[in-house]
């Protein structure tokens, strides 16, 4: 996950330390993964909810319009019912770029363990073994049908 967080001294306040805060909904848990909401980024930013919506650029006769660089600029919509939802370099921009907001930084956190890391983990784990004990012999067979005929031999029958 990416949030953007910063110092203090009328910079960011740290929205984001070594987990997500508590209170805010943990992005993870949305299909949108690491996009942060409209009361993120008024958290994030400091600013009020009427800041954040002015910021932000929208149009009510175009619904993805154009990057600007002077405004907060959402992530692609396929529907104005859709809620406006930001990446963190985004928020992160805005503030260095626009509302002058000094040492913005960008933290890159692990993302939580998905059963697709635990499966290509567990792959790695058991290539890595693979190798250990392909090293571990002392002679490469030469004939493969041979090395296959002593595995097959101490195996027991089934």
């Known amino acids: 996950m990416v949030a953007p967080t910063a110092g203090s001294g009328g910079e960011l306040p740290p929205s984001v330390a070594t987990a997500w805060p508590a209170g805010l909904p943990d992005p993870s848990s949305e299909p949108s ?7 993120e980024v008024q958290k994030a930013l400091n600013r009020s909810r009427a800041s954040v ?6 149009d009510p006769r175009n619904l993805n319009p154009p ?14 019912k859709d809620a406006l939802l930001f990446h963190p370099n985004e928020v992160a921009r805005f503030a260095r770029d626009v509302l002058r ?4 930084t960008v933290e890159v956190l692990n993302s939580p363990s998905t059963a697709t890391q635990q499966l290509l983990s567990s792959i790695l784990q058991e290539l890595q073994a693979i190798r250990h004990s392909l090293q571990g012999m002392d002679q ?10 002593q595995l097959e ?6």
């Open 53 to 58: 919506y002015r910021y932000t650029n929208t």
């Open 33 to 39: 993964e690491g996009l942060i909401g409209i009361d």
């Open 153 to 158: 031999q101490s195996r027991p029958a089934a």
């Open 67 to 80: 990057f600007n660089s002077r405004k907060l600029n959402p992530e692609y919509r396929t529907d104005q």
């Open 101 to 104: 907001i000094k040492e913005v």
């Open 140 to 149: 490469a067979p030469a004939v493969l049908s041979s090395k296959r005929d």
